[in-house]
């Protein structure tokens, strides 16, 4: 039918071309043939008159003309009108005409008839826009199902960064939402969101300011309100290293986004912690919204919209009852007045683990920070507190990123390679004097005791942590080593506390670990590579290692899932994640126990060295006293104090324990930076926390209270932390 | 203006057809013509009433004021006699050099974009002299080739011709505007054909002209190569170019995707279109210039094939009418003003609807009787008012009033 009437029309248009060349030819033809037609002849011969050469001005003369019936086309004639004399100009000038019509209408027939589908499907998408619209991300739930993350819907003001010239928007904005005109300013100038995108005023706007403005739009141009969802942490700062925080997404994060997952501009990701780690579980999918848009991106209609699903939902095995204490223990420690120095040490650890599967119980780490901070972005004010030398980086996570020495906790697995080689054993007698030099170097190394053991054998070494027995060890391997004529290898003992996952990142589900160090000659090179003379290793270097000092570092994580090897003879692989569940609550995912190596330790050896630990505990008030207050005898308990030494700052206190000594559940690893004596300072907080994990086992412990993040805030620390070891 | 037919015709013999119409009370009146304009000139106030309500820049009122003032200057001019101006070659040649170097005096001169083509004097708007003279340059040619009486095979006398009919698009190029002065030398050419140019002459300057377009390029490339930029063609007129050769290219400039958007509106309007005031391209903003150069889009979008085809056929009629009062009149001068009209608007229909649907490069060049514009309005009542002079005054000497009249 739409086809007969397009030809109907364009046969109508050749008709008028062909009328058009009719009416051209027929003037022609007329003033060729003039044939007489009554009173006109009369006319014509005034046409020929007026025809002659007169400079265009007609004259008039009575005189017909006598030729009527001249050649048509040729030049020199006097006939007819003086259109006649260019009649074959009048056709070209038709022919002409003729083209300009023919080619425009077929051109734009073709456009509008045969091709208009395709430039309709442009024309439709030209029109509509498809916007995605954020998801809320999943929830995060502690082991026993305790909230830990939620989200929050807010009403978030935003402002095109042409805003940022307009002085009378930017006045409002600071009236109506009462916030300062230059912060106002600062934040719609502020780019970190992309050059293109929208700047966020005020994240959090209240109901009203909102209806205020959506009612007054004609005054605020360029300004939208949306829609957002934020994380809200109804336990402030709680577990704040492990659940981490989230922003919106950088540009750098755009150019390697995973595979599966789908990332807009200006998206909220996981930026540390498991928000990082499981962000492609807790992000959701976006929502379409098809709208219609005009050139200067205003949005004219919403067409369509479908909705977005939220993110699964991460369950952690973290116990939030046992992470409160282990939070408040160390605020309470080093900033009794939410000030650091006011109490012991700087800085500090603490991660309570299951041996059995390598769910991490608690993990936490001072200063600490409150997520809430980072909702709706970060203020830069408070970025560069955190970010100063005063602060002692709350942002840090110590119990996997801080490496330290590890000190006498390293004795357990030094113990354990000594009994191996034969270096020790259960019989074997030394005779510590308070210092020694068993390489007759002159250099005198001391025991922490300087009025010396006496006659000791290893059980009471490991028990009293003497350092002689562990310098004798050293020099048992460096002598034995090749290099010096021996028959083992150089680095026998390294390679027996690498067995215990030294050295190496322990693997668990956070981003940012450190994996420590084993000083090893090798390595030695190589750190000296610019001063050779120092790169040289020497028997001294194996003495400081026995004893954990020295180049060795480690970190909290890495001595807790040590000591539970030494505890069950498994080396776990050490984990957060419970399980994943979606939004209809089903699990998707659900975390394996990992066993990643079993070191070959003799059981003898274990029972010898497990003993002594068992006795470790036992010597010092302050650790009985911490456990009793827990309802724990400390026999028990399997233990290990350390007090490591820095140069220029104070010791570094450990404490690692397990419990119950004859079928290990926990370990829980301790570290205080510059706290100081291990058995003093970092004691407690083990034995504490040790003690709420056994009470949550038994169902006795369940609240959970809210933490507060570090103020940032720190004076001169009031010990030196570096009193006379202890251990 | 019946007087002074009277008198310069002066013969008691005079027309019957003429005499009959006055009788009615309304002579010179051109029914079919005055019809077409009708309706010409309501369609273009629809569609740019349609252009204009998104877009706060432009003001349909303006347009009606162009039309009102357009009408004036029209009854104005068909009342007068063209043939009183025959004799005035030199005059409009000196007329139309005053207006088309007025922008580079100082105090009036306004330079937009690189080009000097608007005048500005007190509380005026803004004008653009360069359009007002194209009827001084048609006024020009026409009184040029009049005098040969449709025979001209004197080279010299030619040479002449064509000199002075090039002195406008030389003026013009200084400012410079190239879609203007190519519409200058159309028009020339036109009158060169109807006034009866030798064929020989005219195939010469043709080819002569091809070889030009040629050179220009071919030694723009050598300054190219010498100085590091073109210097005769300027950029965007490069890109223009570009564009219209390669098109369907993803790699779009701004031209190309002006070009783009142009087409896909026109193609989008289908058979029927979207609708009258509900084309989503230039309601939304996406085409470019929507009112003014690109207001053929506009229609095509929102009224289909079929509105485009009421536009051609509007357009045939005033062609075909227009043949018919070149045809009637009675003197070179009208035939040459009217058939110098014709060619002027075929040439602005062709590029103007030709660069919107691809045919054509791109240029400034508005769609008579349908852009935007206040002066391009004014100067094509103008040209009708002339047309309609020629029609009145031209044929008072022929019996072939009736010819046009309708019984």
Redesign the interface.
Known sequence: M?FA??VA?VT??VI??A??AF??IR?RNEGAVGKPRG??D???S??H???L?S????S?S?TPSISTSSVRTA??STTG???E??HS??V???V??TV??G???A???S???L??G???N??LQ??YTTVATPAPRGLVYDANGVLLVKNRTVLTVLADASVAENHDVIQRLSAVLGIPYNIVSLRIQNQSSGAQSQRVVAADARQRDVAFIAEHSDAFEGVTVQERTVREYPYGALAAHVLGYTGTVSEEELLTVPENRVIELGDTVGKSGIEAYYDNMLAGEHGQRRV?????GRV?EVESETQATRGNDVHLTINAAVQYIADLELANLIAPEGVIGKGRGVGGAVVAMDVTDGSIIAMASYPTFDPTTFTGGIAQDVWDLYSTEESYYPLLNRAISGTYPAASTYKAYTSLAGLKYGFADDKKKWNCEGSWDGFNSGDWQNCWDLGGHGEIDLFRGIRVSCDVVFYEIAKDFFYAGVTQGGSISDTALQEEIAKFGFGQQTGIDLSGEEAGRIPTPEWKVQHWVDVPTEGYWRGGDLTNLVIGQGDCLITPLQNAVGYAAVATGNLMRPHLLKEVRNTEDQPVVTFEPEVVSVPDVKPEHYKQVRTALNYVGVDSDAVVNAFEEWGVDVMTVGSKTGTGEVAGKGDVAWYVCYYPFDKPKYVVSTCIEQGGGGAIIAGPVGAHVMGALISADRGDLTDVGWVAGSSGKSVALGTTGAEARTD | MPEISNI????P?S??GNRSSRRGGLPSINLPFIVVIALLVLYGLVVVYSAVSTDEDYSFTRQLAGVGIGLVVMAVIWAFDY?RL??YTAVFLIINVVLILSPHLPLIGVNTMGATSWIKIGPLPQLQPGEFAKITVILLDA?IM??Y???L?DLTEYLKAVGMMLVPFVCIMTQPDLGTGLVYLFIAA?AL????ANVRYLIITLVICVLMVVAVFLIDEVIKNASGEYKLLKQYQRDRLLVFMNQGSTDLTDEGYNLQ?A?????????FGQGYMQG??H????LPEAPTDFIFCVL??EL???G??AL??L???L??IG??I??????????LIV?CI??MW?FH??EN??MT???MPITGIPLPFMSYGTSFMIMNFALLGFMGSVWAHGME????TSYATPH
Not at chain 2, 283 to 286: C, D, E, K
Not at chain 2, 326 to 335: E, H, I, L
Request: glycine share 12%; hydrophobic share 50%.
């Open positions: 739409v009437i397009v029309i109508l248009v008028a071309a009328v058009a009416f051209i003037s009173g006109r009369v006319v014509k005034i046409d008159i007026s025809a050469p400079h265009g001005r007609p008039v009575p030049p020199s009108r003086p259109s004399t260019v100009r009048f070209a000038v038709g002409l005409a300009v019509f080619a425009l209408t051109k734009l027939w456009m509008q008839v091709s208009s395709s430039y309709k442009e024309a030209n029109k219609i848009v005009d050139s200067q004219v | 310069t015709t002066g013969n013999i027309p019957g043939r025959s004799d009184s009049a005098r009486q449709g025979r095979d036109v054909v109807v006034g009866g958007q087409m896909i509106a026109i193609g989008s309007g289908g058979l989503s391209q309601a939304l903003g996406i095509a979008e289909g094939f079929f485009v085809l051609l056929v357009y045939a009629a062609v075909i043949f018919r070149a045809n009637a009149s009675s003197d070179m001068f009208g035939v058939m014709l060619g075929l229909i062709l609807i030709g649907c691809g045919l000497n022929t019996r072939r």
